[in-house]
């Protein structure tokens, strides 16, 4: 995979790769699925009925695109194929649904972190990283050591967004060793190694809208801040919003039933993450599903950042004696640059959207 080129249209709202893991891959870790429309809804439109016709229709075109052209699947799933079946298709029809076409048989959670173009091409070596890595000696998935939601974490965590997780082997000791991650990450505030897809959708929420741009001195006191500002950017920003992509709708899906919410990971009291959950997949505010609702919060949130800004003396003086005082000085300066110019930028983006009529 690899960057498209810097004067690339992008503005088709089917743009875009979908990423995905699955546990019966073998020789890769991800396939790529180009655009929205077939990642998620198979190329199923609202008003279509998934029906055997539709379903055999995208498996047809699955394969003849070559999508998984190329992938090996685990032994034990690969002796259940008919004689009469070629490979390539009883590939697809194990990955369908799961790999392409989503909203077949599931919804999708999804939250949108906007990101540099430095930022994006981390998180793509470090897909083509483990995709090389898989290639030369297999992949091995686990539900608790090694899941797809370990690779999306890393991938952004290769970003900056936040710290990387161990991916372990399978066995009792591996989990083991995650569960003692928990109680290490819970003393310490930390990020245990155990990961699941839905905490990733409540973390990229929080890393996109929950982080302290309201206060230098908070924002000093975050690792994850300070990280990604030393590559000249903070994921707490303006448009960082969340979707959701529903399974088909069940009047007109005769193949698939809708399920329970994935399992989340969760400490009630201490790291409790399904209030949240909850929140933003059944009541979520505006301001994280609406552009120009996002886009105005955080014209003000920035400008309120701004008007609230201490002198640096003042600012020197709330530190704690350690905290390092000449890092300090250093970011309050690129701090305050930076929020101006998302001030600046956000204002324009709005002005740009009422204009096209948004």
Request: with cysteine; charged share 25%; hydrophobic share 40%.
């Amino acid at each position: 995979m690899r960057l498209v080129a810097t004067d690339t249209d992008l503005s088709d709202p089917d743009s875009g790769t979908g990423i995905s893991v699955n546990k019966i891959f073998d020789n890769v870790t991800w396939v790529a699925i180009p655009g929205r429309d077939e990642f998620f809804r198979g190329g199923l439109a609202p008003e279509q009925t998934l029906d055997k016709s539709f379903y055999e229709a995208a498996i047809h075109r699955a394969t003849t695109a070559g999508w998984l052209a190329g992938v090996g699947i685990k032994d034990a799933v690969m002796r259940q194929r008919p004689a009469a079946m070629r490979p390539d298709e009883f590939i697809v029809r194990h990955s369908i649904g799961t790999d392409f076409a989503l909203n077949f048989a599931r919804t999708a959670y999804c939250a949108r972190l906007p990101m540099s173009r430095d930022a994006i091409g981390k998180v793509i070596a470090y897909l083509n990283g483990v995709n090389e890595s898989a290639q030369q000696s297999g992949y091995t998935w686990n539900m608790y050591t090694n899941n797809c939601s370990h690779v999306a974490h890393n991938a952004l965590a290769a970003a900056g967004v936040w710290d990387p997780k161990v991916a372990r082997g399978p066995g009792a000791m591996n989990v083991a060793r995650d569960v003692i991650s928990v109680a290490k990450a819970l003393a310490l505030s930390q990020m245990s190694d155990f990961s699941f897809p839905a905490n990733n959708f409540v973390r990229l929420y929080e890393a996109g809208n929950e982080r302290p741009i309201d206060d230098a001195v908070a924002a000093f006191r975050n690792h994850d801040v300070r990280r990604t500002m030393n590559d000249g950017w903070i994921t707490t920003g303006a448009g960082a919003l969340i979707a959701t992509y529903p399974i088909h709708d069940a009047s007109r899906n005769q193949l698939f039933a809708p399920g329970r919410d994935p399992f989340l990971f969760s400490v009630p009291m201490l790291w409790d993450k399904a209030d949240t959950f909850k929140m933003l997949t059944r009541n979520a505010p505006s301001i994280v599903t609406d552009l120009p609702a996002n886009l105005a919060h955080y014209r003000e949130r920035y400008a309120k950042t701004l008007a609230d800004q201490r002198t640096l003396e003042d600012e020197l003086s709330l530190l704690n004696v350690t905290d390092d005082q000449a890092d300090f000085r250093i970011f309050y300066g690129r701090f305050h640059a930076l929020i101006a110019d998302e001030l600046k930028r956000t204002g324009a983006r709005l002005t740009e959207y009422r204009r096209l009529g948004g």
